[in-house]
């Protein structure tokens, strides 16, 4: 397993982690100065800004971005909505290759309102990400399938463990003609009896466009925004992080907590220096 | 598909639905009016009856008891404490066959404090249910476990998938010699891809010894206690219900319900009147 300290390349940080408080460019700054390499911004962190200016900000940072959070949601009960979310997500993949990011991280949607039938909004989300992955390998950045937890099926997403996300990479893309893989968040698949082979198979194809660290606390007191801090909860991160380099991920180690009452409420720069410190330590 | 309204004996209460509140007494003979057939006890419900007492009751107002609800928790950081859950779900194991019980109901215990390892747990929650299985086979209860939802792997049961809990029915009991199988649980299994697969392997292998209902709420606020009445939520219950059966499921289907601020402080009779129409109407 790789040593963190000689990577700083590898240390990631998601905006998200800070629960957007600040302007990006402050955000940049802290990220860097805490010893960040690398940084996953979100698109509500632009808010107007010209996406070259904030290349230019990372880059002078020393910066590269590795995902850019995140989609619409492609499952809706209309079909007008359905197309109006590729063409938001088109132009999302527009900003993300004019910030040099590796991927554009996809959270695909629940089950709609309208719609009982997990397998047809399946389906919905499976065309929205085939009808995007032209425009992304023209774009040159990769579309990132992110299987979401279980709980979050009905409200967030209906790809929810490592081996469905990685079937849908087959469809899409037989093969294997790149621009198409899956984000792996630690939080999301901890629990998979099935990480193991998933990881594996993941590796083997090609597929692993990032890795997401936070922790997963015993008493979890929220579906979406009660992540735990690395070492604070039962995940096994070293576990995880090796498997993953076992079987030849070279890349990144990104933080993201969602954290509306905790982390989200504390000076942005002992959250920084927390993830930084628990990066080295226990991930 | 069944019509469950010729089939008044599939009809099943868990007593959980109704959040404790009465004398199981009072909740067996409401049941009974109610025009449920069976009914699925928990162990505070007796509370220092005599066993033998409340199955009389339950002979005499014709209801049958499906699972008796439920074990202690396997896993443990020390072995003493897992010798002594050991004796507890032994003790329980005797009051399900007391009962009458065609299953005793195993929730198996998450990752617990002071062991940040899920395999170590799943071991120590396979070699517990094992250390049952003779006496539940000679008590004539057969052992369920129950595949939790994963969002409950850390607090609750490190079993999360049905393919998952059948793979441990396969380890202890390769022969199919009987007296193990799955309690399948639409609330825990409704998101899981695999879950056809799923379904029709444990109809194949004669593994299903019960089959609850409920609902998933689109904004569900509570990981244990934000369970909806059926139909109000996403999962597609009549479509489970028909997996179930086309594979060769005749046994009950029982509304469990758990919901500590809504149908746990309504008035008892109209959540058996509502379970009641909702089982008939959209189950």
């Known amino acids: 397993m790789r040593d963190l300290r000689q990577h700083r390349e590898a240390l990631a940080l998601n905006t998200a982690t800070l629960g957007h408080r600040s302007p990006i460019e402050e955000v940049i700054d802290r990220c860097a100065e805490a010893g960040f390499g690398a940084i996953a911004p979100w698109r509500r962190d632009l808010d107007g800004r010209r996406p070259a200016d904030v290349a230019a900000r990372l880059r002078d940072r020393g910066l590269v971005v590795t995902g850019y ?13 359905r197309r109006a ?30 719609l009982r039938d997990i397998t047809a909004a399946r389906q919905q989300a499976i065309d929205g990400v085939g009808a995007l992955l032209e425009r992304a390998r ?25 081996a ?22 630690a939080y999301h698949v901890w629990w998979d009896p099935a990480l193991e082979t998933g990881i594996t198979r993941a590796c083997r194809d090609g597929r692993v466009l990032g890795y997401h660290v936070s922790d997963w606390l015993r008493e979890t007191r929220d579906l979406v925004t009660d992540r735990g801090m690395m070492g604070d909860g039962v995940i096994e991160l070293r576990r995880i992080r090796g498997l993953l380099e076992d079987a030849g991920y070279t890349g990144p180690v990104e933080v993201e907590i969602f954290s509306a ?23």
Chains 1, 2 share one sequence.
């Open 138 to 162: 023209a774009a040159g950045v990769s579309l990132a399938i992110e299987p979401i937890h279980p709980m979050g099926a009905a409200a967030r997403a209906v790809v929810n463990t490592l």
């Open 85 to 114: 979310a590729i063409d938001d997500n088109a132009r999302a993949l527009d900003e993300a290759a004019e910030l040099g990011a590796v991927s554009f991280v996809l959270v695909v949607g629940g089950v709609p309102e309208g």
């Open 69 to 81: 959070c995140r989609s619409t949601y492609f499952t809706h009960a209309s079909e007008s909505e």
């Open 164 to 185: 469905q996300a990685l079937d849908w990479c087959d469809v899409l893309d037989p093969e294997r003609a790149g621009g198409l893989g899956v984000m792996v968040d």
């Open 261 to 283: 009452t905790d982390w989200w409420v504390r000076p942005e720069r002992e959250v920084l220096q927390t993830c930084m410190s628990r990066l080295l330590d226990v991930c």
